[in-house]
């Protein structure tokens, strides 16, 4: 079973639109969870880190399940904006450690 | 501040050449690492660091040296460079506390090898 695990998509969808975005992790010590984003030819920055509560920023709202080591990712309202990869990532292999595990990532477009 | 740079941005080597990729960040951080990033492969660990003096292999350290001399500077040298390593490489660095920190790129280096 791969780490972190993404649908890669694309996922093409119309402004205005919600889109969700779904991750499965391995390492069960995981503790740290992060969505990332990365622009065309451009480095990872990070969108937001994902708490046991679930979390919002804005337009995008977290969620984290433990117990089914699930992470999702939900963009309301899209934007032209938005259109990128969006990478699921997961600290390990030890609960304390800094190292992370990315997913290959999904990319969304957000069209016109 | 500058945060993590990287250079060069862009290289060509020609198969059997060496070359050192630069990396460094004024954050003070202690945690830097090396990335390659290939398409369909997403981000890949090369080698990390936990602190000035200490590394360790990643996931696909074959054929790439590191050394951390100083807690800024964190150089990656391709000993005899091969087409199998064209590709994007992504320095980082992480500050904060389990949990909280925020893991924070470089620019990248596009290197292509002939």
């Known amino acids: 079973r791969k780490e972190v695990e993404q649908d890669p998509g694309p996922f093409n969808v119309p402004e205005g639109a919600t889109v969700a975005f779904n991750c499965t992790y391995s390492?069960?010590?995981?503790?740290?969870f992060f969505w990332y984003r990365q622009d065309c030819r451009k480095e990872p920055k990070l969108l937001m880190s994902?708490?046991?509560s679930g979390n919002e920023d804005g337009r995008f709202t977290a969620q984290l399940n433990r117990a089914s080591q699930y992470i999702s990712l939900l963009i309301r309202d899209s934007k032209l904006s938005d259109s990128a990869t969006y990478l699921c990532?997961?600290?390990?292999?030890?609960?304390?450690?800094?190292?992370?595990?990315f997913g290959k990532g999904t990319k969304l477009s957000v069209i016109p | 501040n500058a945060g993590v740079t990287q250079t060069p941005k862009f290289q060509v080597l020609k198969t059997g050449q060496s070359m050192t990729l630069q990396c460094a960040q004024d954050?003070?951080?202690?945690?830097m690492s090396w990335y390659r990033q290939d398409p369909g492969m997403g981000l890949r660990l090369i080698h990390y660091?936990?602190?000035?003096?200490?590394?360790d292999q990643g996931e696909v350290p074959n054929g790439y040296n590191v050394s951390r001399s100083t807690t800024e500077d964190f150089p990656l040298r391709l000993l005899s460079a091969a087409p199998s390593q064209t590709s994007v490489y992504f320095c980082?660095?992480?500050?904060?506390?389990?949990?909280?920190?925020?893991?924070?790129f470089g620019p990248g280096t596009r290197l292509t090898v002939t």
């Open positions: 390492n069960s010590a995981s503790q740290s």
């Open positions: 994902v708490y046991s």
């Open positions: 954050m003070n951080h202690e945690y």
């Open positions: 660091s936990v602190g000035a003096g200490i590394t």
């Open positions: 990532v997961v600290n390990g292999p030890g609960a304390g450690s800094y190292q992370l595990t």
């Open positions: 980082a660095s992480t500050g904060g506390r389990v949990g909280t920190y925020e893991q924070y």
